[in-house]
């Protein structure tokens, strides 16, 4: 995890502190993915430190990073790791949540790096994550089931970036799936991602819908 404003749950906080809740919430996803995870800390924004955190990578085959892929003043992911020698393929993705992704490889080690909004990186971490874990360990169907449900509210026009909607869901008298979403999708309402029991997928530039049109769902274990 990176970034000045974290702190261990217990340690002491201040005003402009947060939790490092990412960093136990990925733990646990890995676990149940079939990894083994080595959490590395809380790194600060200061280039030496990430540089120092690279020294730790020795036997592991996929380095994870939270926090700090984007173009802020304090998100040094991406200079610094390239100063070292990082290859990135990609730095961004036209997708709600979870815009600002890397994906590269540093020292013969694939690498991804998810954004820090709690509800950006458990989403990237579905998306990305699990698929990369499920390809290393050899399982065949290494991505998510899509499924079909039944829209449970009137949806807007999307833009042009592919959406995740966190959702909810029930089943009908006639054994459909109503799916959903929540009013407000900020990627920092973590309770929301948290209730969520599926994603409901929006393609770029989807039309409308009204409620009881199909979507595509991705459900979430």
């Keep these: 995890s990176t970034g000045n404003e974290l702190v261990l749950p217990g340690e002491e906080m201040s005003s402009d502190q947060i939790i490092s809740s990412n960093s136990l919430s990925l733990t646990a996803f890995i676990s149940e993915n079939g990894g083994v995870p080595v959490n590395l800390g809380i790194v600060k924004d200061e280039p030496h430190l990430l540089k120092e955190m690279l020294s730790k990578l020795s036997g592991v085959d996929m380095l994870i990073t939270i926090g700090g892929a984007s173009v802020g003043d304090y998100d040094l992911v991406k200079s610094v790791l390239g100063d070292e020698g990082l290859n990135i393929t990609f730095s961004r993705v036209a997708m709600r949540p979870g815009k600002p992704?890397?994906?590269?490889?540093?020292?013969?080690?694939?690498?991804?790096?998810?954004?820090?909004?709690?509800?950006?990186?458990?989403?990237?971490?579905?998306?990305?994550?699990?698929?990369?874990?499920?390809k290393m360990l050899g399982i065949n169907n290494i991505f998510h089931e899509v499924e079909i449900a039944v829209l449970g509210c009137n949806l807007d026009q999307n833009d042009n970036r592919q959406d995740y909607l966190r959702a909810k869901t029930s089943l009908s008298k006639g054994g459909k799936i109503t799916a959903t979403p929540f009013d407000k999708q900020d990627s920092s309402l973590l309770v929301n991602y948290a209730e969520a029991q599926c994603l409901v997928i929006r393609p770029p530039f989807a039309k409308a819908l009204t409620k009881g049109q199909p979507v595509k769902i991705i459900r979430l274990e």
Excluded: K
């Excluded at 998810?114 to 989403?123: C, Q, R």
């Design 101 to 134: 992704l890397i994906f590269g490889n540093i020292s013969g080690i694939p690498m991804l790096g998810l954004p820090g909004n709690p509800v950006s990186a458990g989403v990237t971490a579905m998306l990305f994550l699990r698929p990369a874990i499920n």
